[in-house]
């Protein structure tokens, strides 16, 4: 299984789509002021890069599937 994420610049990406911070992070449910924080280099948690992937570069994300989740 692939379980690499893609490196993105989400100011570049947000820049390029032409929308304002509070647009484009509140579509993953981020505030403007952490997606401020990311895009100023703090570490994006997984689920939110995974988000990202998915909304804007139309990633497909996987179902959760509990029985592949370890002990």
């Given at each position: 299984m692939n379980t690499k994420l893609p490196q993105v610049?989400?100011?570049q990406l947000r820049r390029q789509l032409g929308m304002?911070?509070?647009e484009f992070?509140?579509?993953i449910d981020v505030t403007?002021?952490?997606g401020s924080r990311y895009e100023s280099g703090r570490p994006m948690p997984k689920p939110v890069r995974?988000?990202?992937g998915?909304?804007?570069l139309k990633e497909t994300v996987k179902p959760f599937d509990p029985e592949?989740?370890?002990p």
């Open positions: 610049d989400p100011r304002n911070q509070s992070w509140s579509r403007q002021s952490g995974r988000l990202l998915a909304v804007y592949q989740v370890k």
